[in-house]
């Protein structure tokens, strides 16, 4: 009986929420849920809380009836208000829900994928008769529009005309979102499934795409229709009643007490670094400066907020550049694998969000344009492993600057604008465009990305393929025996003559020192725990080693080696550095380890190939000061030699060449020039584009 419920919603609120209901009955309508929760319920009657998950919408209007009924000291008319339960006992995944869940009041746990703009829904339509003058309403709460069929004026009884009545209609706000799984929740490779939810009031619009959140309400569904007629199929969706935010990151990893003596044991070890960094990826060989560059990303630096209100980040965004075939891609893997909210993806990924966000017209809104969170947004809190970063798409591409640096990423397009956060570190990978790397070149360029982007990176490594024999037979070793381990592994089942200990032998070379369980305990507890400042000294060092980098530039005819980014970028990599180490200074130790790792990078890609000196234009132009130069003196030489009619290409590289310029030079950079639009021919001769 619905009066019985009725009477039990009273006493309980009564007795358990009588604050929070005076609460909600003052500041009616402005807020308009009294929360509920779960838990409070079955302690104070179990039997009476099953029946709400069993039949949640008889109870849910019980339980607003009691709200309108309860005496209250106060005037207050509560018929807009809510109960909204919380804390479900069990959270269910998208993918675990049947058809037994139809109309139960269950838990969603998911990530947001997609959220629609928040728009009024009508509930109930306002008719007048055109005959007799009769208004009446149309209740509104079924999944399709209903028109009125007759006059409900007994007198009149015909069939209309009606004339529609908008201010008389009532609305509510509505949204729709698509939750997916999380993808901690997805074991490698498969697809997230998703369900669509539909949230009013309230409820609408507090959720964006990327938040992590369990959802409360009942599952419904409704037909398929084909192009055919009606299937028999049913697809689902969520009546969402109550949404409650996760927060499942570093933080939340469980460390128990004896978690705790073995982290802080470990990070006594002397050898605390190599450990971790050995337990980086150990099927792959080498690559120990990339794998301790990896480690440090694991823990990062932290954000800080500054009293003027900016906001610095602390996740160290890292870059491979480097031939096919090395083992990026299995690097990226690994750290996805590894880091709590890690997410492996390909800058050409296949869905229309990408790597930022996205606004699309969709069909989860009946047209209505929704927002769409791509990987950065959806590893907030964790690492996006970006591979083939080269092929990502051009919105990606610029939006990818605010993505990186403010860690937010706004979309504003045919009207929808919201900001995501994406508060990740990123480790991407890319191929060079020509498919090998050209040592004597310039990264950005030959990797496709621009070099405002490139000089975001706190660390960049080009990892070349160059045949050497001691280092290939060591590969080649290691490659062969975690290959032999696997094979055995995989034979045990059909072969009882090989043993445990045969297979743990071979499986020595590719066993990470630190089991990944324990490691990510240690980082978690790092993230969580250890929040390191400069020592003087260190403050000292980064200083100095800072103003040398850029003394080197002072004389106007010297290269500028470095900007204010790489210095900050040397902060962030300190305090990883003492937080690997869980210690709360970042010294002399440490600052020496981030000096020689930013040092070997700037090595690679800041210096520019024809002198060998370091320059920051590399990164942030994509042009050395050399190149700059001979540019500028390529393009003086047409202007001169050209004047109005224009220059043979011949004449130009013999010309540069009587000035010392090798020819073959002479005549990329005329090529380059010629690509980039700031010069053309005309008749076979060169001119200048005016004003370039
Ligand atoms: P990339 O993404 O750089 O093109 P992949 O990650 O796809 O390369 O690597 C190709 C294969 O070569 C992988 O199976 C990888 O395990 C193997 N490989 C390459 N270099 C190494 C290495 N140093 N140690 C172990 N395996 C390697
Ligand atoms: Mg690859």
Known sequence: MISDAVGKWEEFIRSRYWDDLLELAESYPASRSLCLSFPD????????????????DRILEAAHIALLEMDLPLEADLSGSHVRIVGLPRHYKTRELRSDHLGKLIGIEGQVRTATEVRPKIVSAAYECQRCG????????????????????????????????????????????RIQESPEDLRGGEQPQTLDVELEDDIAGKIFPGDRVVINGMLRSYQRTTQTGKSTYFDLFLDGRAVEMTEQEFEEIDISPEDEKLILQLSQDPDIYGKITRSIAPSIYGYQDVKEALALQLVSGFPKRLPDGARIRGDIHILLVGDPGIAKSQLLRYMAKLSPRGIYTSGKSSTSAGL???????????????????????????????????????????A?????????????????????????????????????????EPVAPQINLTPALMSRFDLIFVLTDDPDTARDSNIAGHILQSNYAGELSTQKAF??????????????????????????????????????????????????????????GQDSNKPVPVTARQLEALIRLGEASARLRLKDRVTHEDTERVIRILESCLKKVGVDPETGQLDADVIAIGMSKTTRDKTKIIKELIREMGGKEGVSEEAVISRAEADGMEPSRAEEIITRLRQGGEIYINRGLLRLVRDS
Request: hydrophobic share 35%; with cysteine; proline share 5%.
């Open 495 to 552: 072969n009882p003559d090989i043993t445990q200990e045969q297979i743990d032998q071979a499986m020595v070379v590719i066993k990470p020192e630190i089991e990944p369980e324990l490691l990510r305990k240690y980082v978690a507890y790092a993230r969580k725990k250890v929040f390191p400042t400069l020592t003087e000294e260190a403050m000292e060092r980064f200083k100095s080693y800072y103003i040398g980098l850029r003394n080197q």
């Open 400 to 440: 990818l600057h605010e993505a990186m640096e403010q860690q937010t990423i706004s979309v504003a397009k045919a009207g929808v604008m919201a900001t995501l956060k994406s508060r990740c570190a990123l480790l991407a990978a890319a191929n060079p465009k020509m498919g090998r790397f050209d040592k004597y």
């Open 41 to 56: 319920l079955d302690r104070y009657d179990p039997e009476f809380a099953d029946e709400l998950l069993e039949n949640p």
């Open 134 to 177: 009769h208004t009446f309403l149309v209740d509104q709460s079924g999944t399709k529009y209903s028109e009125p069929y007759e006059c409900p004026n007994d007198a009149c009884d015909r069939r209309g005309p009606f004339r529609f009545l908008l201010d008389r209609s009532r609305f509510v706000d509505a949204q729709k979102v």
């Open 356 to 398: 930022t966000a996205t606004a699309v017209k969709d069909e989860l809104g009946d047209g209505r344009w929704t927002i769409e969170a791509g990987a950065l947004v959806l590893a907030d809190k964790g690492i996006a492993a970006v591979d083939e970063m080269d092929k990502m798409t051009t919105e990606d591409r610029s």
